[in-house]
């Protein structure tokens, strides 16, 4: 039989910076359903950086590391939109080796996510803005505003049915001029509301610092300023004030990652 094929935008063997305290072989797949105009991979979300690749050819190079990695995590892009052929990489690697499965998504495809729950280890969900707030959603993932709203119950959905998996993460980019410390607080307070008593798993929010790097399409963006770490720490101390459900961090080039709670 012939291998199914993935559509990759390309990968790196050890990687210490995209799962929380772990160590991946990471692999990026493109396009993404999302219009981020923050986005730094927005090549890849694009589908500009493209490779068709037989799933056995990545399998044979997450073989080759994965005596120096704990996990594969696979990310984008949104890895979901690919999750026939995805299905089959993590059910060959689980067969062939001892790594940890992992997904980074933007939490829009709540079904593919639950079709591959009972092979990963560790889901990482981007909470763009308050999903309580369309108008504000939308704006930071360049939908329009009917797009959004979809999006946003299925995110939801997609979270609810992440609880089951060990170890979940969530993702919040604090981009300059769009989120405010009190958005920050409000996506904190429907994780507290979502996650309190209704899973045992290991739960962290990180806080992250946007960063202008050349991959982003749009200049505004591209000119715009890091944002400052004592910033992320600050909104980071504020969640960690109410948190009780889950560990509280923040990222940033300057100082890493740093655990407040
Ligand atoms: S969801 Fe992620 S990959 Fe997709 S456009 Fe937004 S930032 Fe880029």
Redesign the pocket.
Known sequence: MTSPYLIVAGWREVSLVDVLEGVSFTLWLSY?????P?????K???GLLKKRLPVDRVVEAVKAAASFVDYLHV????PTLQLKPLKKLFLKIRELTNLSLSI?T?G?NPLAVKELLPLLDHIAI?I?APLTDPYKYSNV??LSLSETKEYISKIAETVNVSLQVPFLEFRT?VVPGLLTVDDVLKIADYLEKTVSKRTKSRVAFVIQQFIPYNGILVERYRKLKRTPPDILKEIAVRVAESARSFEVYYRSLEEGVQKIK
């Open positions: 993404c359903n999302f219009r981020c923050w986005c730094s991979n927005s890849i979300a694009r990310t984008g892009g949104e980074n933007n829009s981007d763009k993932i360049g980019t």
